[in-house]
């Protein structure tokens, strides 16, 4: 196989529409899935069913981060840049090393989460009833982080397709398994799913990077420790701001727990789900196939800046309208995801998409301390986003109810976006190009309109509002994503429309 360079300039912004099409592909299909497999859980267990799945959810993802120690996204750095070289056996190596590292990684997440199960579940709910699930829930890390390597493999190389195909495969499982398993046995079978769930991925993942043309090579012990080491180096600030992230998730639903109950924890569960659906595969495509690529230009400081501007128009573009229409049909689409049951998470949801907006924004250009390697920034940004982010969380919580735990997010990415923009600013000389600035007023600004009108308007008067506001941004976003892309990379049908109205 061949392992892809850095594209030229007039193949960006086809290259990036095209991985965010896989991604987006493969999401759609997720949010499908995720819409049959949520509401058979909004059903069959209600808010308190689907608020202990965040908190299971939860605590595998500290386990595995704290286990993994940031491995995985080390090893995708190490892939690119291996790739970059179009060395075939240093790719082996880093493959191997990644494999074998990935299953010692696995056995430590049983032996951590099985051995805290007590405690742990003491600290979540206040007794020793959930141990037995938690310590089944080590399957579930040992799974994930089993296959973290395999994945970290495909992402280096941008097998886009493949983890497109990985995506739908994940979500298909857990559907498959999760529905009929809380249907026969309630909340008892919720953590049966996430392992099950999660043992079916690994096989997914497993397979396809099977598929990966690779030279054999003998991997010594002391090759395997070199390897290692260099992995380690750097995933052990990935393990921190993975860590950072997670136990924030973990502490707020903590927080909400604790002011609202377990039904205030599923509010904040199903709000934060919705949210992140939509940009979800955006965020996604940026992290599979952006990542790599800006690691292979980190050294040219133009070239970089170039990427991280064209990466945030077209997530810009992409994100702005389908965040106002969440916004706007907010109470339609907790109903519909979830059932009436969940209206007290509407004014959440609104938050979560004011917040997400900012956060498409600042994103790609976070993306540059990463593939820079810049570890002690990195490390304090992250430090500094945990402070806030819970900071505000415990002050507006007890106030507001699950809604503060909204405005905390909203909160963190108005300050991180300045904080972020500051230290790229410092380190390449990164500045937004004059058409992120206008793209990014517009959505804003659209934005915070569309959110004051839905909150403080007549019910039909927001909605119209709203409905305007996505209509225009829409056409503003497909008119400007036409012209970015090359004639000939659209299908002969279209191609003589589009060039005619963009």
């Known amino acids: 196989m061949t392992y892809p360079l850095t594209p030229s300039r007039s193949q960006t912004y086809t290259q990036i529409l095209k991985s965010t099409i896989w991604m987006g592909g493969s999401s759609l299909i997720?949010?499908?899935?995720?819409?049959?497999?949520?509401?058979?859980?909004?059903?069959?267990?209600?808010?308190?069913?689907?608020?202990?799945?965040?908190?299971?959810?939860?605590?595998?993802?500290?386990?595995?981060?704290?286990?993994?120690?940031?491995?995985?996204?080390?090893?995708?750095?190490?892939?690119?840049?291996?790739?970059?070289?179009?060395?075939?056996?240093?790719?082996s190596r880093s493959a191997a090393t990644l494999r074998r590292l990935s299953v010692l990684l696995g056995l430590l997440g049983v032996l951590l989460l099985a051995g805290l199960a007590f405690p742990l579940s003491n600290?979540?709910?206040?007794?020793?009833?959930?141990?037995?699930?938690?310590?089944?829930?080590?399957?579930?890390?040992?799974?994930?982080?089993?296959?973290?390597?395999?994945?970290?493999?495909?992402?280096?190389?941008?097998?886009?397709?493949?983890?497109?195909?990985?995506?739908?495969?994940?979500?298909?499982?857990?559907?498959?398994?999760?529905?009929?398993?809380?249907?026969?046995?309630?909340?008892?079978?919720i953590a049966p799913a996430l392992v099950g769930t999660a043992a079916l991925s690994a096989f997914a993942?497993?397979?396809?990077?099977?598929?990966?043309?690779?030279?054999?090579?003998?991997?010594?012990?002391?090759?395997?420790r070199t390897e290692s080491s260099a992995l380690l180096r750097l995933g052990v600030a990935f393990m921190i701001s993975t860590l950072l992230t997670f136990g924030t998730a973990y502490a707020i639903r903590l927080i909400v727990l604790t002011e609202g109950g377990v039904e205030a924890a599923g509010l904040y569960q199903a709000a934060w789900a919705v949210?992140?659906?939509?940009?979800?595969?955006?965020?996604?495509?940026?992290?599979?196939?952006?990542?790599?690529?800006?690691?292979?230009?980190?050294?040219?400081?133009?070239?970089?800046?170039?990427l991280v501007n064209e990466q945030a128009e077209v997530s810009i573009l992409?994100?702005?309208?389908?965040?106002?229409?969440?916004?706007?049909?907010?109470?339609?689409?907790?109903?519909?995801?979830?059932?009436?049951?969940?209206?007290g998470a509407v004014e959440l949801l609104r938050w979560l998409c004011l917040g997400m907006m900012l956060r498409i924004v600042v994103w790609p250009a976070?993306?540059?301390?990463?593939?820079?390697?810049?570890?002690?920034?990195?490390?304090?940004?992250?430090?500094?986003?945990?402070?806030?982010?819970?900071?505000?969380?415990?002050?507006?919580?007890?106030?507001?109810?699950?809604?503060?735990?909204?405005?905390?997010?909203?909160?963190?990415?108005?300050?991180?976006?300045?904080?972020?923009?500051?230290?790229v600013r410092r380190l390449t000389g990164f500045r937004w190009s004059a058409a992120n600035r206008r793209h990014g007023l517009i959505m804003l600004s659209f934005s915070g309109l569309v959110f004051l009108a839905v909150g403080n308007l007549p019910a039909w008067l927001g909605l119209l509002i709203g409905s305007v506001a996505v209509v225009l941004t829409s056409l503003y976003s497909l008119r400007l994503l036409l012209r970015l892309l090359p004639p000939e990379s659209l299908p002969v049908t279209i191609r003589g429309w589009a060039t005619k109205w963009a």
């Open 275 to 306: 949210g992140g659906l939509y940009t979800g595969f955006i965020l996604q495509a940026m992290g599979t196939d952006f990542y790599p690529r800006l690691t292979a230009a980190i050294g040219n400081g133009e070239e970089c800046n170039r």
């Open 123 to 189: 600290l979540t709910f206040g007794d020793h009833q959930h141990a037995g699930a938690l310590v089944l829930l080590a399957l579930a890390v040992f799974f994930r982080l089993v296959s973290s390597g395999e994945t970290a493999l495909i992402q280096g190389l941008r097998g886009i397709s493949s983890l497109a195909r990985i995506n739908v495969l994940s979500g298909l499982f857990a559907t498959i398994v999760t529905i009929p398993l809380v249907y026969v046995f309630g909340e008892q079978a």
């Open 366 to 423: 976070g993306f540059i301390i990463v593939a820079k390697g810049a570890q002690k920034i990195f490390l304090c940004t992250e430090v500094a986003a945990t402070i806030v982010h819970l900071g505000l969380a415990w002050l507006l919580v007890p106030k507001l109810g699950v809604s503060g735990a909204g405005i905390a997010f909203f909160g963190l990415y108005l300050w991180h976006s300045v904080l972020i923009y500051a230290v």
């Open 205 to 224: 993942i497993w397979w396809f990077s099977r598929q990966i043309a690779l030279p054999v090579v003998q991997l010594s012990a002391r090759q395997f």
């Open 30 to 91: 997720n949010v499908a899935l995720g819409i049959v497999r949520n509401k058979a859980l909004a059903v069959f267990l209600g808010p308190e069913g689907v608020g202990l799945m965040g908190l299971y959810s939860s605590i595998i993802d500290i386990a595995q981060a704290i286990a993994g120690l940031g491995v995985g996204a080390s090893g995708v750095r190490q892939v690119a840049e291996a790739a970059g070289t179009g060395d075939a056996t240093r790719i």
């Open 318 to 343: 992409l994100a702005g309208p389908g965040l106002l229409a969440t916004l706007t049909l907010a109470p339609f689409v907790m109903s519909i995801f979830y059932s009436d049951r969940f209206g």
